[in-house]
Nanobody
Framework: QLQFVESGGGLVQPGGSLRLSCAAS????????MSWYRQAPGNERELVAI???????NYAESVKGRFTISRDNAKNTVYLHMNSLKPEDTAVYYC?????????WGQGTQVTVSS
């Protein structure tokens, strides 16, 4: 079955950086777009970034110029590089794939931006 192992979250000061990783298995990773979503307390889950199988990215307006999504198809891994972090970036971050008619989610990794 599809599985995701996310890592890289933590506590960081405003203006700091983090890199999230998501190692995927159970499907042909190189053939699918991969996404990062986030959900803050009391908010709906929102799309942060998506990357196509060939590496073309798209971003939510709120993170453009600060976050970079990338992938390594040889390692079945997608990354989210987060720079210039703000308190409003605090959330649980999930990697995700839409595979054969349904969306699958990782377990999530907490990112907290606070001084």
């Amino acid at each position: 079955q599809l599985q995701f192992v996310e890592s890289g979250g933590g506590l960081v000061q405003p203006g700091g950086s983090l890199r999230l990783s998501c190692a995927a298995s159970g499907f042909t990773f190189s053939m699918y777009s991969m996404s990062w979503y986030r959900q803050a307390p009391g908010n709906e889950r929102e799309l942060v970034a998506i990357i196509t199988p060939t590496g073309s990215p798209n971003y939510a307006e709120s993170v453009k110029g600060r976050f970079t999504i990338s992938r390594d198809n040889a390692k079945n891994t997608v990354y989210l590089h987060m720079n210039s972090l703000k308190p409003e970036d605090t959330a649980v971050y999930y990697c995700s794939v839409y595979h054969i008619g349904r969306r699958y989610w990782g377990q999530g990794t907490q990112v907290t931006v606070s001084s």
